[in-house]
């Protein structure tokens, strides 16, 4: 008996041994079919099990399987599912491709159960909040939902700025903006095969999505300014003034501790693939990034605001993964309240001389108690003096609420992006973290003065609702945008020379008759020197009260087109891609083939691949013409 039990316990172990050699470690990186840009978050499933794992921020992943016959699922948001089987291979590298007509999510995690609480009535608890779904648990769900048949969103009008005198009106002044929203958004329509309305196109935006060579800033200087003068590509009759700042880029590791708040809107509204989901992909990838001396907290709004985490040092990741992964959305949408209850969080917080953020993610479709634009501007403006930031990631189709998200950011003095898809969310919260968090200088102000013995008329591309009357420049009490670590501002200027022919009706008060009581001559200096103009920027410390002022000259002296940088030409290309989109009036004799050449012409580097998506976008408009025209 006893040699029986022997026995059948060194066959067991036996087969536990070989069982044990037959499993295979497999690694690899998944990447983007098209960019080849790396996937953070996928979902990898071991077939007809539970067992998975997801890639990390550099889109890499490692997992123990059975054996070579063993099939892998891999499943992302916004892309095709794939299958591959292991075999002999222990490295896999697998691009998949962009799915444009279904857009789901697959949340892997380590248990295979789940359960749902729903949380009702007017008590607010530390993971749990009225009107707010919360899933307790981990395990393996498929996020699907129809998309809204209807379609609510909304753009604030944009009447493109016109030529200027350069003798009745030689000053131009404006703020900076890093606000990325537009360009994601028209993507999203594009890779939709849609048409984006006109309004949702903001050029500056367009152009400021791409970040640009420019060197960094010597000295103490919080960042540098670069201006390059050429020939306008859509109109070789005029010139094209290219401006750019370049922020200083401070390392992570020497980045002052961060105080975040989470403020996540969990109503019925954002219960689609393209939102929620998405919110908690896009956060996690930002959970990732911080470090001990980091916290943050989690506050969510449907029908009421509640405190889902509060503040976890940025070192303990699990409590904060698990407070993402229990949100799920239902009910009306109180955003108001949410933005009190998330500033208040983070002031009983504050940091001094530190990162103190309000980080909003919604669809901007506010219905409950303090809700209209007016009523959430002032809001925001009164919680900006307590040196708390907003920024405010939009998500969603159907009903975005574009125009009101954009005026909170600014607002708040913060940034507003756009996520369309997780590659989106790594943009923002990995490769651009220092710059989406870390300002560096604020209320940064340029102001340009045009010689009018050198210029006829002048045109800012774009910056149309960041435009400040010339006597805010010197006002510091004035709000303009920031400038966050590693950030690069682009500006663009059409030019008509003196001299050059352009009808008095194609300038803003040009057909107005010549006063009678008073001229305005040119002095001396104006016609003896070769300045085109004079540019001046005027920008605060982060924590400063009183502005500091640079002043520079740009010459008349032009770069041949064929010499100019890939900086001139890219930037030109997005603009001229934006007029087109817009059907500008201003377009000249832009066309997509000319779009495509400077593009094609000026990739770069192109690390991640932005650029290269450009000309994609480009190509698709051409298509949707062609089938458009037919």
């Known amino acids: 008996m006893k040699r029986t039990i022997y026995m059948l316990l060194l066959a067991f172990l036996f087969a536990a041994v070989q069982a044990q050699a037959k499993e295979v470690k497999v690694s690899g990186t998944v990447t983007d079919a098209a960019t080849g840009a790396a996937l953070p978050g996928v979902a990898i499933k071991l077939k007809g099990t539970n067992q998975g794992t997801t890639t990390d921020s550099k889109g890499k992943y490692s997992l123990q399987v059975p054996d070579d016959k063993a099939t ?118 594009l890779n939709n095969g849609q048409l984006p309305p006109v309004d949702a196109v903001r050029i500056e935006e367009m152009i400021n999505y791409f970040s640009y060579d420019y060197p960094q800033p010597a000295g103490d200087a919080p960042f540098s300014v670069t201006t390059e ?203 651009e973290f220092g710059g989406t968090l870390f300002t560096i200088a604020k209320d940064v102000k340029l102001q340009l003065e045009f010689n009018p013995a050198k210029v006829k008329a002048y045109r800012l591309i774009g910056y149309e609702n960041r435009a400040l009357q010339d006597e805010d420049f010197n006002d510091d009490r004035k709000d303009a945008g920031e400038l966050g670590s590693g950030h690069t501002v682009t500006a663009l200027y059409e030019i008509v020379p003196a001299g050059a022919k352009l009808a008095a009706a194609d300038i803003a008060g040009g057909n107005v008759d010549d006063l009678k009581y008073q001229k305005t001559n040119l002095s001396d200096g104006a016609t003896s020197t070769d300045e085109l103009l004079t540019l001046k920027l005027r920008y605060k410390a982060p924590d400063g009260k009183q502005s500091k002022l640079i002043t520079s000259t740009v010459s008349t002296r032009a770069v041949a087109a064929r010499a100019t940088s890939d900086n001139f030409r890219f930037a030109a290309a997005v603009a001229a891609f934006g007029m087109l989109l817009r059907e500008s009036e201003f377009k000249g004799n832009a066309s997509f083939a000319q779009v495509l050449e400077l593009a094609e012409g000026a990739r770069g580097a192109d690390k991640e691949g932005y650029r290269a998506e450009f000309i994609r976008l480009v190509n698709s408009r051409t298509l949707l013409s062609d089938n458009l025209a037919r």
């Open 229 to 431: 003068l050429s020939e306008c590509p859509w109109n070789k009759e005029n010139q094209l003034l290219h401006i750019g700042l370049q922020g200083k880029d401070i390392p992570t590791a020497n980045l002052p501790a961060s105080n975040l708040v989470f403020l996540v809107d969990v109503s019925g509204s954002m219960d689609t693939p393209d939102k929620l989901p998405l919110v908690k992909a896009g956060f996690r990838l930002l959970v990732e990034q911080l470090r001990p001396q980091d916290k943050i907290a989690i506050v969510v709004y449907a029908g009421a605001a509640g405190l889902v985490l509060p503040p976890t040092p940025g070192n303990k990741k699990d409590k904060i993964m698990e407070a993402l992964h229990m949100l799920e959305a239902g009910g009306s949408t109180a955003g108001g309240a949410g933005i009190n209850l998330a500033y208040k969080v983070a002031q009983e917080q504050f940091m001094p001389g530190g990162n103190n953020r309000v980080i909003l993610a919604t669809d901007g479709d506010f219905n409950v108690g303090v809700s209209s634009d007016g009523e959430l501007s002032r809001l925001i403006e009164k919680k900006r003096e307590t040196g708390i930031a907003l920024t405010v990631l939009g998500f969603g189709t159907g009903n975005l609420k574009d125009s009101r998200m954009e005026q909170l950011a600014d607002k708040g003095n913060g940034n507003y992006a756009y996520v369309d898809n997780i590659l989106e969310a790594k943009k923002v919260f990995v490769n």
């Open 72 to 189: 892998l699922v891999f499943s992302y948001i916004g892309y095709k599912p794939k299958e591959v089987k292991v075999g002999n291979r222990q490295v896999m590298d697998v691009q998949l491709s962009v799915d444009n007509k279904v857009l789901q999510e697959v949340v892997m995690t380590g248990y295979a159960t789940e359960s749902k609480v729903r949380i009702r009535g007017n008590a607010t608890l530390q993971g749990q909040v009225a009107g707010v779904q919360v899933r307790k648990g981990r395990g393996v769900g498929l996020y699907d939902a129809e998309k809204l048949n209807h379609n609510t969103e909304n753009y604030d009008y944009i009447k493109e700025s016109s030529f200027q005198s350069a003798r009745k009106s030689p000053l131009s002044t404006f703020s900076i903006d890093v606000d990325k929203a537009s360009y994601s958004n028209v993507r999203r329509f």
